[in-house]
């Protein structure tokens, strides 16, 4: 059976994932399987996610996905290349995904191809160095070697987030050697971060479901969610605007204990170029988050970076923390089907297959500790909800079943 993995936030799910689910079924058949990996309560945003992963991953089902399994937040809080590398690993691992889909603005996957080729080329890392060593930003850099290797067609497709992505998935599975045909779906309707919706619009950005959520306008959300996701996400306590306002003490108290050599044991801090230092001093500095960032940007590092950092540092997160890959496949949900393709798993996954809690208890090393990890990060995932829970959930709650 030809089963499909998707790498997915569902942050929350909307009727473009819904239809990104239905066109990979048209492509691959309708008798096809529908592997999600989903990221757990933190997102690569560095934000928490509207509502926790057991009801995500239960709408999930809902929008047609028979799978899910977690992508633990080591990897899903981390930069487009390591998220990439963690989910491909995982739905590779499973023994089961024959099909990678994901979406696309460019919707052509030989043209993806050819830019993840060039990335990973011995002339793209020289051009870098070179450009890097002039003091541009990263992603300015890495446009501007390809826009040099393969032209400015080319180039243009690292403009968009979800060919970036897209892009990075293709070179996890190059990385991998991962026997896995990859499939893209063009993205339709809004921009990845577009909120400007016009009534009839058939699909919207997550960006504007949050937003609308936020604003508590239910009747203008309601037409873009799927079946049942209305009453489960008014049923569940989410984690929306102004939660900042709630957690964001718990942000700087952190920030302030921070120091150089705490800040330059995260991954992607720059130690060598002094960033450490820099964040040192807005920690100290800051009153509220967005003034940390404002002390702590500098041309050479986004905002999306210091986001990154500053979550890490909140979550206790270091960069011996997160292996190369993840080590294990949690399963957060099952459909119908899914339960077909969960049983034969089992005997194909190339990493222990965890359906409930106590399974973990059975492991040691780096299984036992990214999920310690994952314990913590869950536990202070509450601080942003309205009504802060007990901590040990992920201890307690096993996976939907549908």
């Known amino acids: 059976m030809k089963t499909a993995g998707i790498i997915v936030e569902y942050n929350p799910v909307h009727s473009g994932h819904a239809n990104q689910i239905a066109q990979t079924r048209r492509i691959l058949g309708p008798e096809s399987g529908i592997v999600c990996c989903m990221s757990g309560c933190w997102v690569q945003s560095a934000a928490p996610a509207v509502a926790?992963?057991?009801?995500?991953?239960?709408?999930?089902?809902?929008?047609?996905?028979?799978?899910?399994?977690?992508?633990?937040?080591?990897?899903?809080?981390?930069?487009?290349e390591t998220f990439a590398l963690g989910g491909v690993s995982l739905l590779a691992a499973t023994g089961v995904v024959t099909h990678l889909c994901f979406g696309s603005e460019c919707g052509e996957i030989g043209a993806l191809q050819s830019v993840a080729a060039c990335l990973d080329s011995e002339e793209y890392a020289a051009g870098l160095r070179r450009f890097l060593d002039e003091g541009m930003p990263f992603a300015a850099c890495r446009q501007a070697v390809v826009t040099g290797l393969l032209g400015g067609e080319a180039g243009a497709l690292l403009e968009t987030p979800n060919n970036n992505l897209g892009i990075e998935y293709l070179r996890a599975l190059r990385r991998l050697h991962a026997e896995v045909s990859p499939v893209t779906v063009r993205r339709e309707g809004a921009g990845y971060h577009d909120c400007s919706a016009a009534d009839g619009t058939r699909f919207v950005s997550a960006t504007q479901i949050r937003r609308w959520l936020s604003d508590g306008e239910w009747a203008a959300v309601e037409p873009y969610l799927v079946p049942g996701e209305k009453e489960l996400l008014q049923a569940a306590d989410l984690a929306l605007p102004p939660f900042s306002n709630g957690a964001e003490r718990a942000f700087l108290a952190r920030l302030r204990t921070m120091t150089p050599s705490d800040w330059a044991a995260l991954p992607d801090s720059a130690s060598a170029e002094g960033l450490p230092d820099r964040l040192t001093r807005a920690g100290r500095d800051a009153r509220t988050l967005e003034e940390f960032y404002e002390l702590a940007k500098t041309k050479r590092y986004p905002h999306a970076r210091l986001r990154r950092l500053v979550l890490w540092a909140f979550l206790g997160l270091r960069a011996k923390d997160r292996p190369e890959r993840p080590p294990y496949l949690r399963v957060l949900a099952v459909g119908q089907r899914g339960r077909d393709i969960l049983r034969i798993m089992k005997q194909t996954a190339a990493l222990p297959v965890l359906t409930k809690p106590a399974h973990v208890r059975e492991l040691d090393g780096i299984c036992r500790q990214i999920f310690d990890i994952e314990v913590r990060c869950t536990d202070l995932y509450g601080l942003c909800l309205p009504q802060i829970p007990p901590g040990g959930r992920e201890w307690r709650e096993g996976p939907a079943i549908l």
């Open 52 to 80: 926790d992963k057991w009801v995500r991953a239960r709408l999930a089902v809902l929008s047609g996905a028979d799978l899910v399994i977690e992508l633990p937040t080591p990897w899903a809080v981390s930069s487009a």
